[in-house]
Nanobody, 125 residues
């Protein structure tokens, strides 16, 4: 069983930055891509971005491209989401997730088998 634990959320003013972390249990972290999703109040779950198992490939939603960066440290079983130039519309609960299979960088939530509990990010205007 894989457990994912996010941290780093909080309240920040528009234009500010936050870095989220997600620590995974288990020995297979380096074999899988990892992703971040978010759910804003009253909205559906939204793909934010994903990173390949080796960290050499990433994919981002258009809404965050150029502002958010995903990275990972396989020695620490940790994936990060660096969020810069934050906007009020980035306010959401952010989740990290691990896909069902080791291949690709899926965007669909149903392709992910393991989820963290989420961390709240609130951006004030």
């Amino acid at each position: 069983q894989v457990q994912l634990v996010e941290s780093g959320g909080g309240l920040v003013q528009a234009g500010g930055s936050l870095r989220l972390s997600c620590v995974a249990s288990g020995r297979t972290f380096s074999n899988y891509a990892m992703a971040w999703f978010r759910r804003a109040p009253g909205k559906d779950l939204e793909f934010v971005g994903a990173i390949a198992s080796s960290g050499d490939n990433t994919d981002y939603a258009e809404s965050v491209k150029g502002r958010f960066t995903i990275s990972r440290d396989n020695a620490k079983n940790t994936v990060y989401l660096q969020m810069n130039s934050l906007k009020p519309e980035d306010t959401a609960v952010y989740y990290c997730a691990r896909p069902r299979t080791p291949w690709g960088l899926p965007r669909g939530e149903y392709e992910y088998a393991y989820w963290g509990q989420g961390t709240q990010v609130t951006v004030s205007s």
